[in-house]
C-alpha cells in the first residue's frame, strides 16, 4: 500500500468518542489529515475535541454500525466530500465481564452485533472503495484478548477471536489489491475502558463464580492505573499506517506482549504434544 504523499489521506475511524479511538482522531487531524469520525454521541465526540480543530477536515457522523445501510450511506458521505477514502479503522467495541453461564442471550448478540456484524457492515461499504482504486490500509482493532483468554472474559474474547480469524483471511485477500491489513492488539490502556460507565456487566449473576466477581471489582479498582499510554498507542497506529508494511499483527504494550508469549509457548507445548497421535484419524497410505 502507497500512503497518499501529495494530497491530505482519509480516514474513515469507528468508535470515536473517547479512548485509543479518540486520540487517534487528534492524532490525525494534527497531521493535516481528514477524518470521518463515527460514534454513537457526535455531540460528545465534538466535546472532547474541544475548540481549535479545524471543521472542514472532520466529518463527525452518528452511526448505529448494526445497521448496514446506515454504515453504508456514511462511507458514501465521506468518499463524495474528500473524493476517496485511503485508511479505514475498525475500533469501536466495549467491554463485558461474566462468567459464560452467567451471559445472556440478548448480551451474546449485542456484543457480537457490534465487534463482528459491524465491522462486516464497514468492510462490506469500504472495500469496494478499496480495491479499485488498487489501494488502502484496513486497521481493525483488537485486544490482546483476541490472542488469548482468561475467565470472565469469555464474550469479548469471543467477538474478538472472531475479529482475528476475520482479519487474517482479509488481509489475504486483499493483498493483490494493494490494500493492507493490520490487527492491533493492545493490552491495558489508561483509558475509561475498565469505568462503569464504559464497561458492560451481566443483568443477573450466581454465587457460584467468586473469583469472577473479585476479578470485576480488581479491574473497576485499575482504572487510571492501567500500563499503556493512548497517545503512544495511537502514534504507534499511525506509524504502522504511514510505513504501510509490517507484520499482520501490532501488539501493544509490554503486557500484551507477555501474554502473547505465554499463549504461544502453551501452543507449542500442545502442538509439539499431538505430534505422535495426530497422524492416528489419517486413512492409511496407500
Known amino acids: ?7 491530505p489521506a482519509v480516514w474513515f475511524v469507528t468508535g470515536t468518542s473517547r479512548g485509543l479511538g479518540l486520540e ?6 494534527a497531521r493535516g489529515d481528514r477524518v470521518a469520525a463515527t460514534t454513537r454521541s457526535s455531540e460528545r465526540l465534538l466535546a472532547a475535541l474541544g475548540d481549535g480543530i479545524d471543521p472542514s477536515r472532520l466529518l463527525p457522523l452518528t452511526v448505529d454500525l448494526r445497521d448496514e445501510a446506515a454504515v453504508g450511506r456514511a462511507v458514501q458521505e465521506t468518499t463524495e466530500r474528500w473524493g476517496g477514502l485511503d485508511v479505514v479503522v475498525n475500533n469501536a467495541g466495549y467491554g463485558f465481564l461474566a462468567a459464560v453461564e452467567e451471559t445472556g442471550d440478548r448480551e451474546v448478540r449485542d456484543m457480537l452485533d457490534v465487534q463482528v ?11 469496494p472503495v478499496l480495491r479499485e482504486q488498487r489501494g488502502g490500509h484496513i486497521v481493525n482493532v483488537s485486544s ?7 475467565p470472565g472474559w469469555a464474550l469479548y474474547c469471543a467477538g474478538k477471536f472472531a475479529l482475528e480469524g476475520l482479519s ?3 488481509a489475504a485477500e486483499v493483498a493483490d489489491f494493494g490494500v493492507g491489513v493490520t490487527v492491533v492488539e493492545p493490552g491495558y490502556f489508561r483509558t475509561d475502558f475498565l469505568t462503569e460507565d464504559s464497561l ?11 473469583a469472577i466477581r473479585a476479578m470485576v471489582r480488581d479491574h473497576l479498582k485499575l482504572q487510571g492505573g492501567q500500563l499503556g499510554d493512548p497517545v503512544k498507542g495511537a502514534a504507534a497506529i499511525v506509524g504502522r499506517v504511514l510505513a504501510g508494511e509490517g507484520p499482520l499483527r501490532l501488539l501493544l504494550g509490554s503486557d500484551a506482549h507477555s501474554y502473547a508469549s505465554a499463549k504461544v509457548e502453551a501452543l507449542r507445548a500442545n502442538v509439539e504434544a499431538a505430534a505422535g497421535t495426530a497422524p492416528a484419524t489419517d486413512f492409511p497410505a496407500a
Not at 500500500?1 to 494530497?7: A, E, N, V, W
Not at 487517534?24 to 487531524?29: E, G, I, M, S, Y
Not at 490482546?144 to 482468561?150: D, E, R, S
Open 117 to 127: 456484524v459491524g465491522v462486516w457492515n464497514v468492510l462490506r461499504a469500504a472495500l
Open 1 to 7: 500500500m502507497s500512503f497518499p504523499t501529495d494530497r
Open 144 to 150: 490482546i484478548l483476541g490472542l488469548t483468554a482468561v
Open 168 to 170: 487474517e483471511a482479509l
Open 200 to 210: 458492560a456487566l451481566p443483568a443477573e449473576t450466581t454465587a457460584h463464580y467468586p
Open 24 to 29: 487517534l482522531v487528534r492524532q490525525v487531524l
